[in-house]
């Protein structure tokens, strides 16, 4: 017999994979924070992306100790 796979699986691993690319992204601006150090508006550009990103992933944090804690799987 298989595993029975749930939508909380699916969810869990939506939320993972949105915290990983938004970890990875916000590491990769840092690169682009440098080359881009003698533009300041586009470097302002950068900055703002990976805080966005550094906070998207902070969310997604959340979400996953609520999931995971069994309190955020209401509707299922």
Do not use: P, W
């Not at 150090?37 to 996953?64: I, P, S």
């Amino acid at each position: 017999m298989g595993t029975q796979h749930t939508t909380a699986d699916d969810i869990v691993y939506d939320l993972v994979s949105i915290q990983y690319h938004a970890l990875e992204g916000a590491q990769t601006y840092d690169k682009y924070i440098k080359d881009a150090e003698d533009h300041d508006d586009v470097r302002q550009f950068f900055e703002e992306c990976a805080r966005q990103d550094g906070e998207r992933a902070e969310r997604c944090h959340e979400l996953l100790k609520n999931l995971t804690s069994g309190t955020g799987m209401t509707g299922t």
